[in-house]
């Protein structure tokens, strides 16, 4: 248990969304509190810094047990490439084809689940090229890839698996194997706060090489 307690304590400090962290760190020193007073551990017979020793090591345990599940809120959006449903983003079976479709049908807050697939960039940012392709994301989502795109398995994470769906966010927009006619940016992100996620994607195939500016950094994402 104690080395447990340190490393959660490290992984919570180490959590770049620190309110979500304060937040389930309280949960779980209630959840905890509640559970050492049904059990008593004894606690007639501890002092009151062992009490709140034994509090703290449950709660940082909780938070590294439960801390790295998603929490989705907001709506969800779904995108599978091989879809030929309604594509409206509502289900698996009605799922937009293109990423774009869905992060411009999104609100903040939202979340986009992306089946297993390689998907290529189709909004066009700062340029008129075709490099200037880019997956724009100007709000706060969540974008999560690695499912299998089953229908029924809507709205949890039971088909989620990014090393069996594979989900690849590629720039290779011209001639395969050819670099040059490449993405500047496979991913733009244009002032987004900390609450937006990209989890579960390969992110490849961008090429900054011939850019002019800003063009000829952040080839996989730019953070604006």
Same mark, same amino acid.
């Given at each position: 248990?104690?080395?447990?307690?340190?490393?959660?304590?490290?992984?919570?400090?180490?959590?770049?969304? /620190?309110?979500?962290?304060?937040?389930?760190?309280? /949960?779980?020193?209630?959840?905890?509190?509640?559970?050492?007073?049904?059990?008593?551990?004894?606690?007639?017979?501890?002092?009151?810094?062992?009490?709140?020793?034994?509090?703290?090591?449950?709660?940082?345990?909780?938070?590294?047990?439960?801390?790295?599940?998603?929490? /989705?809120?907001?709506?969800?959006?779904?995108?599978?490439?091989?879809?030929?449903?309604?594509?409206?983003?509502?289900?698996?079976?009605?799922?937009?084809?293109?990423?774009?479709?869905?992060?411009?049908?999104?609100?903040?807050?939202?979340?986009?689940?992306?089946?297993?697939?390689?998907?290529?960039?189709?909004?066009?940012?700062?340029?008129?090229?075709?490099?200037?392709?880019?997956?724009?994301?100007?709000?706060?989502?969540?974008?999560?890839?690695?499912?299998?795109?089953?229908?029924?398995?809507?709205?949890?994470?039971?088909?989620?698996?990014?090393?069996?769906?594979?989900?690849?966010?590629?720039?290779?927009?011209?001639?395969?194997?050819?670099?040059?006619?490449?993405?500047?940016?496979?991913?733009?992100?244009?002032?987004?706060?900390?609450?937006?996620?990209?989890?579960?994607?390969?992110?490849?195939?961008?090429?900054?090489?011939?850019?002019?500016?800003?063009?000829?950094?952040?080839?996989?994402?730019?953070?604006?």
């Amino acid at each position: 248990m104690t080395s447990l307690f340190y490393f959660g304590l490290f992984y919570l400090l180490m959590d770049i969304n /620190i309110w979500n962290s304060i937040k389930l760190f309280i /949960i779980g020193g209630g959840i905890s509190m509640l559970f050492a007073a049904l059990i008593n551990l004894k606690f007639k017979s501890r002092s009151m810094k062992s009490y709140v020793q034994i509090c703290l090591r449950w709660t940082v345990s909780i938070y590294f047990l439960f801390g790295s599940i998603a929490v /989705i809120q907001g709506q969800i959006h779904y995108v599978n490439h091989a879809a030929a449903g309604l594509l409206n983003g509502s289900s698996w079976t009605d799922a937009y084809t293109d990423i774009q479709s869905a992060i411009d049908a999104a609100s903040a807050g939202d979340s986009i689940f992306v089946a297993a697939g390689i998907y290529l960039p189709t909004h066009t940012h700062l340029g008129d090229s075709g490099r200037h392709n880019t997956f724009y994301l100007n709000k706060s989502i969540q974008l999560y890839g690695g499912f299998s795109g089953k229908p029924g398995t809507e709205g949890g994470f039971t088909e989620h698996n990014v090393t069996t769906n594979l989900t690849v966010l590629s720039g290779d927009l011209g001639l395969p194997v050819v670099d040059s006619d490449n993405a500047f940016h496979v991913v733009y992100l244009d002032h987004v706060s900390d609450t937006t996620r990209i989890d579960g994607f390969t992110i490849t195939h961008g090429n900054g090489v011939g850019g002019v500016g800003f063009e000829a950094y952040g080839a996989g994402i730019y953070n604006n």
